[in-house]
């Protein structure tokens, strides 16, 4: 215990002579998002301007602080002033930024994002002061994009690991006491407490128990535990090791998929690390409590994720659930008792070990306590990794973080493919489990994809059910068979074919489904369905009554139209028609045969975006007499 | 334990799923994927209940009891649901059998003067009337559909032998491929894909065959529809019996129930309610036998060879004929051949007959040889099947348990699954490989040496040479089993190496399970004092009998220079041998009949399904000539069944060296000689989907050898050893070993100079 306390000492001493020294230091943003955005090239850039200009400056690549549409974000700090971001960096500004702020001590500062730390600049706005973080409250995201996430050291200076060393002083069953009473629920989608959870396993008597990190994440488009591995691995370690301490385990694994490989290095540093440090392996920090970890990657099943299919896949077999009970606490992998969390439960634990259960509740609201991470994207401004107090209102989220929709706002969806559509009306829902089921949607493990008028809803059900029952595992009857009528009988109604029984077929369907599929897949799979019917019901009998697509968006629904008045006969459109549907001679109106046209968009959106065309070309529903 | 199901109240003493409690309770509860001898699953939902104080529909069927629980299996909600439920099922699972207008009057007035494929009209699912799900479609009052069908079209499997698959009819219920993986532990089924793509079979679309199917058929017993059916057997509809008997087609004879229709043998099953019993079988007794005895080449009336050929005659001719040939036979020269295969009592008339009538003590059978007699005679020590369950750990040596002795490999597999020890010693992955610790392939050459290491080690205090675990588990284990496989009959030097073995086993305490590859061996030997066929053949030569009585028997192609043949048989003679008389008998399932097994219990077989023509029992021939020939047969009685039976066996002869594989000769031939053989019938080249399984004059290449060479399948090579070179077609399996060539030979006989034998290949240029 001694020994580490030193380390904590020195680690403490190297992050502060990093951060308020007058060395220069240079952070990049590092995880997926910011390669995607070209962090590689940046870095490259980077290196080569240091050495151009001898500057002497040490680059960090630090993981993503969540504001995504802001990727690559290049954080500089010089001597004498603090550590200021600069957002969207390019290659082609990289190194002007470089010179002109290092080299040629030029002001630029008006062009960053914002300030970290405590010491302002000229007046320049903190980096968290920006609109879309000052509402937000970091817990699980604390370290994310400020510390190295390939230096465990880094970890170990921001109290890393003081969370375990304060466990291992304590007895399991007080800390899952604090646990309980911190009220904190799995952030993997059921929101089940997670105390008791631990107490049930902790209860089960069995020579071998198991800890398992649920890392699968297969919502598509949901990244939360994606960017938490990949910006601060060590959260998630520390916490699984507390865990394992206290459920009385012998043997960890994540699970998480092989299309994360980032991830994956990531966490296989991570791991060498901390049994460097000596935080994993035999005797742990001289406590007595033993514990290994192993990584497995997944195949990326959608089920996969659903507990039992993770602990039957990580036995060798086919990823399908099984009844529960009994439940995986009792008797999970290989029959033995198992925990299984989410990435970011397990990296919350680590704060509530630090702070106590009292500071946890200060967040959120009454049985709902804590924070909570969501994947912020579709048509809003500002999309991102967002972490806000668990009972935010919608609204908050959407507008003062996401700062609105462009077009006027139809809906958004929670809790990712088997998550329901909240409309308009109901944006003060605040973000609770109770609330969101009570209006016909859940949690799930954080997605959200907001939606505007150019949605059609129908199109959305049909969109997600037909990826849920792609997805199915086929064990169960209503799952594999039901979820493919509803998607009949949506892929009917958005072709026009609907015959008047259909809303109620659809309905009773999805009511089946519900009730009787095996698994959470099944059993939240007609959720899509279900809220759209009964938020925007007029939209669907418009649909099968009318033949019409409101939002424009069903193809056998719409018609394409050039406005002879408007068409300035730029033979754009002509040039990407793939089907030779329009015709005409410059500069005249032309000619567009719905016979040919696929309905592909493409003259559409060139004839409203491109300089010279006139936004001719409208998109018109065929509505039936 | 008190529960409360529909109002009724029931008392319970052991734990139990609701759905078992209901069903002894006579509250009936759909369901489809339930099965006695499996996990629970809950695939169907079909037998979705109601619990108090449990939210939503739990299954009935994956529910344990628990005290006080109150259930209701009929709520309104539920049999809606149920309903709905199966809806969902009939709209991917064809319907006419159940939704046709004309579904009484169709099989009622099927008679017609058309064609058989028109009369069966379109009620074509080969388990019409025995379909579990057309009896809960039933049970549910559904008449209409109410969904839009989705038929997925899913292409019909065909290729592999013994069972058609059409996964149109699946519905899902994952039996199959349970008892396939619980149960049989073959894991060859599994469920691949998902959603609405989702289907059954072996993994990356591999063919049962290629993924060591041991086509044991529980898969298809259990399949509650028709989307697994056996070749042979659907054609004929639900049987009308199942009765008990017993297998006649190896030393284990299982039992087994037989199906008949009409009196018809139309099918095998294990024994136990049929849709449910996974059972022990193999892909012998789960489908050989009623192909056996319904081959269209069986001799259906008596035939006697006149000058002008052959011509049919009546069973009063024919035993005339009969007289007159064994009159003719002076005392002491004739030589009675009887097939291993034959019940107790057959072999016993026949042993009758023989001393009696022929005054002959000559008698054995074509597989009877010093390296059969050795082994028997070791085999008269093994112990009962149920013995072997008490081992503590397992050794198989040359036991190739692909397709055959199916309890034996179960067993292996089950204690093996308990992290039992398990080593294998041997040429062929079979069914057990994946579970043994260690699986070793000796060489040419090898063999003894490798058991002499093992001997070396055990008789040393402590063991550390090359097989450490081998010798360490034989001696460290209390209860240590060895079971020996017949494959070892065939080896050079078969004796010498059994006498190793013998030490082994001695040596570790070890019990020991010896089973045979012929139906009644045992019995034959208990029975009758044999002489090994080769003396036969001697005198033969040197003109000393002039009567050969065949008795299930061929043994020669062709007359070997005797002056008479009788052939007493079900199958045709080859067509050289020209037997001056033809008696055409009853097979196994057309009288009664006992067995002795490996167990050295008695297993009796019965008359189930109607003779085929004129055929008679082999005993009633022998009875019916005895009279005519005013002779006295004594009835047979088990007391005749020698306990213990020495076996005159020769000195051991002189060892031949084996050679190891060389530079010039790389691979290690090994030859298992076919013994699959029933009353003269090789069942690998009798029965077409055997022939598929175990496929005789080819030889068996790892498909890297293969690909090493260039082989395709079915291509020709020649093998070559230093002496000899002969020509095979190529199979490639990926259950040989790298460095071994197998080669299985219809006739019994050794093809090269020793075997294991150094080998090269090479392609046969034309
Ligand atoms: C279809 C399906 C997919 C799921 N996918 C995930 C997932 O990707 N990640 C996850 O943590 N939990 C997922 N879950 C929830 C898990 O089953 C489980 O509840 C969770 O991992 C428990 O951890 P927690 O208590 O920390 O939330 C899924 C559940 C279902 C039914
Ligand atoms: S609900 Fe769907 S995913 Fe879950 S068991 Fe049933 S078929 Fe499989
Ligand atoms: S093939 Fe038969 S046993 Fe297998 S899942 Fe389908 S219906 Fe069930
Ligand atoms: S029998 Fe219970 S779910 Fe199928």
């Not at chain 2, 344990?64 to 199966?86: A, P, S």
């Not at chain 2, 067509?575 to 006992?594: H, V």
Request: net charge positive; charged share 25%.
């Amino acid at each position: 215990m001694n020994k580490f306390t030193t380390i904590q000492k020195q680690c403490s001493v190297d992050w502060d002579a990093l951060n308020n020294s007058g060395k220069t230091v240079i952070y990049l943003g590092m995880a997926s998002c910011g390669k995607a955005a070209g962090a590689d090239k940046v870095k490259a850039i980077i290196l080569d301007t240091i050495k151009k200009y001898k500057i002497e400056a040490e680059l960090v690549e630090v993981g993503c602080i969540g504001t995504c549409y802001l990727e690559p974000l290049m954080d500089i700090k010089t001597n004498g002033a603090p550590r200021i971001s600069f957002g969207n960096v390019t290659e082609k500004n990289a190194e002007t930024i470089i010179r002109k702020y290092i080299v040629e001590k030029e002001d630029i500062s008006k062009r960053s994002l914002g300030y970290f730390g405590p010491k302002g600049l000229n007046g320049l706005p903190g980096f968290f002061e920006q609109p879309m973080l000052k509402d937000q409250v970091r817990v699980v995201t604390k370290n994310c994009g400020i510390i190295d996430p390939g230096n465990i050291r880094h970890y170990i200076a921001n109290e890393g690991y003081a969370g375990l060393v304060k466990a291992l002083s304590k007895k399991p069953d007080e800390i899952i006491k604090e646990i309980t009473h911190a009220g904190i629920r799995g952030r993997g989608g059921a929101g089940f407490p997670t105390g008791i959870k631990w107490r049930t396993c902790r209860n089960t008597k069995s020579d071998e128990k198991y800890l398992i990190c649920n890392a699968d994440e297969g919502d598509p488009g949901a990244f939360m535990n994606r960017l938490l591995i990949e910006s601060d691995p060590h959260a998630l370690l520390e916490g699984m090791l507390i865990a394992a301490y206290t459920i009385g385990g012998t043997h960890g694994y994540i699970y998480t998929r092989a299309e994360y490989p980032l991830a994956i290095t990531r966490l296989q540093n991570a791991l060498d690390q901390v049994k460097e440090y000596g935080l994993m392996g035999k005797n742990i920090l001289g406590s007595g409590f033993s514990f290994e970890i192993k990584i497995k990657e997944g195949a990326g099943a959608f089920v996969c994720g659903e507990e039992t299919s993770l602990i039957h896949s990580i036995e060798g077999k086919r990823g399908m659930p099984r009844t529960r009970p009994p439940f995986p606490a009792v008797s999970g992998l290989n029959g033995k008792p198992t925990v299984i969390n989410n990435v970011e439960t397990l990296g919350t634990i680590p704060h509530i070990l630090r702070n106590g259960p009292e500071w946890y509740r200060q967040f959120g609201v009454e049985g709902n306590f804590g924070t909570k991470t969501f994947s912020l994207v579709g048509k809003i401004r500002r999309s991102g990794l967002i972490e806000v107090p668990l009972g935010t209102s919608l609204r908050k989220i959407i507008y003062d973080i996401g700062g609105g929709t462009q077009k006027p706002f139809k809906a958004v969806q929670t809790g990712g493919p088997s998550g329901g559509c909240i409309p308009k009306e109901l944006l003060d829902t605040p973000m609770t489990y109770e609330s969101l089921a009570k209006v016909g949607s859940i949690m799930g493990s954080g997605g959200l994809i907001v939606m505007d008028q150019d949605t059609c809803v129908v199109d959305l059900a049909r969109y997600f059910l037909d990826f849920i029952q792609k997805e199915s595992c086929g064990k169960c009857t209503p799952c594999r068979v039901g979820t493919r009528h509803i998607v009949e009988i949506l892929e009917k109604i958005c072709q026009g074919q609907a015959e008047p029984d259909f809303l109620d077929k659809l309905e009773s369907l999805s009511h089946l489904v519900k009730a009787t599929s095996l698994c959470g897949l099944g059993q939240t799979a007609p959720n899509p369905v279900l809220s759209t019917l009964r938020y925007f019901r007029q939209e669907y009998i418009q649909h099968v009554d009318e033949y019409y697509c409101p939002a424009l968006v069903c193809s056998s629904l719409i018609e394409y139209t050039v406005i002879k008045d408007k068409c300035t006969g730029c033979q754009r459109c002509v040039s990407v028609c793939p089907t030779g549907a329009i015709t005409g001679p410059r500069s005249e109106p032309h000619n567009l045969d719905i016979d040919k046209c696929i309905k592909c968009r493409a003259c559409y959106e060139i004839c409203r975006f491109d300089a010279i065309a006139g936004n001719a070309i409208v998109i018109s529903g065929r509505k039936r007499q | 334990m008190k529960i409360t199901i529909d109002n009724k109240k029931i008392k319970i003493d052991k734990p139990a799923t609701v759905l078992d409690v209901a069903a002894q309770n006579d509250i009936y509860i759909p369901s489809l994927c339930a099965h006695p001898e499996l996990v629970p699953y809950g695939g169907c939902r079909l037998c979705i209940v109601e619990i108090e104080g449990r939210r939503g529909y739990p299954t009935a069927c994956t529910t344990h009891v628990e005290d006080g629980m109150v259930v209701r299996t009929d709520t309104k909600i539920l049999k809606e649901m149920r309903t709905e439920l199966t809806q969902l099922i009939l709209s991917e699972h064809p319907s006419a059998c159940m939704m046709c207008d004309d579904v009484e009057g169709c099989s009622v007035f099927q008679g017609t003067i058309r064609k058989v494929g028109i009369t069966t009209g379109c009620r074509w699912c080969p388990k019409d009337k025995d379909c579990e799900f057309q009896r809960i479609v039933e049970s549910l009052g559904i008449h209409d559909l109410t969904l839009p069908g989705l038929y997925r079209d899913i292409p019909i499997e065909k290729y592999d032998p013994f069972f058609d698959r059409d996964y149109n009819l699946c519905i899902y219920c994952g039996r199959c491929v349970r008892i396939c993986n619980e149960y049989r532990k073959s894991s060859v089924l599994s469920l691949k894909q998902r959603g609405k793509f989702t289907t059954i079979g072996p993994a990356f679309e591999a063919t049962h065959i290629d993924a060591n199917c041991e086509f044991c058929g529980a898969c298809v017993s259990v399949c509650p529809t028709g989307a697994m059916s056996e070749k042979s057997r659907k054609w004929w509809g639900v049987p009308e019996k199942y009765e008990a008997s017993t297998c006649p087609l190896c030393s284990l004879n299982c039992d087994i129930q037989v199906l008949t229709l009409k009196d018809k043998i139309v099918g095998t099953l294990p024994p136990g309610v049929p849709h449910e019993a996974g059972g022990e079988l193999c892909v012998k007794g789960r489908f050989c036998l009623s192909e056996l005895v319904n081959r269209t080449t069986r001799i259906l009336e008596p035939q006697f060879k006149y000058k002008e050929g052959y011509g049919f005659v009546s069973w009063e001719v024919a035993n005339e004929k009969a007289v007159e040939i064994v009159k003719e036979v002076k005392p002491g020269r004739s030589a009675m051949l009887l097939s291993p295969s034959l019940n107790l009592e057959e072999i016993h008339f026949a042993k009758q007959f023989a001393e009696k009538a022929l005054h002959t003590e000559l008698i054995s059978s074509s597989c009877i040889n010093e390296n059969l007699l050795a082994y028997m005679e070791m085999a008269s020590h093994s112990v009962s099947l149920n013995d072997l369950k008490k081992a503590g750990c397992l050794l198989s040596i040359f036991l190739d348990g692909n397709y055959k002795y199916a309890p034996v490999t179960m067993l292996i597999k089950d204690l093996a699954s308990k992290v039992i020890p398990y080593c294998q010693i041997g040429w062929t992955k079979d069914t057990t490989t994946r579970f043994a610790t260690h699986f070793y392939v000796p060489k040419s050459g090898d063999v003894e040496g490798f058991l002499d290491k093992i001997l070396f080690n055990l008789k040393k205090e402590k063991a550390k040479t090359k097989q450490p675990i081998i010798t360490e588990t034989l001696a460290e284990t209390k209860n240590s089993a060895m079971i020996i496989g017949p494959e070892i009959m065939s080896l050079t030097n078969c004796i010498s190496i059994l006498d190793k073995l013998k030490q082994v086993a001695k040596q570790s305490h070890s019990m020991i399970y010896m089973p045979n590859p012929y139906g009644n061996l045992d019995g034959l030997l208990a029975l009758v004092d044999v002489v090994p066929f080769d003396e036969i053949r001697k005198k033969i030569d040197k003109k000393e009998i002039d009567l050969l009585y065949l008795v299930g028997d061929s043994a020669f192609k062709k007359n070997p220079g005797v002056m008479k043949i009788i052939y007493q048989n079900a199958f045709p003679a080859p067509e050289d041998l020209q037997p001056d008389l033809i008696l055409p008998t009853a097979l196994w399932g057309e009288s009664n009949g006992r067995y002795l097994n490996t167990d050295k219990k008695i297993k009796k077989s019965y008359s189930v399904g109607d003779r085929h023509g004129y055929s008679l029992p082999h005993r009633q021939v022998f009875l019916d000539l005895a009279k005519s020939l005013k002779v006295k047969l004594p009835k047979f009685s088990a007391k005749d069944l020698r306990k213990e039976f020495q076996l005159k066996l020769k000195p051991v002869p002189e060892k031949i060296k084996v050679p190891a594989p060389s530079k010039n000769y790389p691979f290690s031939l090994v030859q298992e000689n076919a013994q699959h053989v029933y009353s003269s019938l090789n069942l690998s080249t009798g029965i077409e989907g055997f022939g598929d399984l175990v496929k005789a004059d080819h030889i068996l290449l790892h498909p890297s050898d293969a690909r090493k060479q260039g082989f395709n399948n079915e291509e020709w090579a020649i093998l070559g050893s230093s002496k000899t070179e002969k020509k095979f077609r190529v199979l490639i399996r990926k259950n040989i070993p790298k460095g071994i060539v197998l080669l299985t030979s219809s006739n019994g006989q050794l093809e090269f100079e020793s075997n294991p034998c150094p080998v090269k290949i090479r392609r046969d240029h034309v």
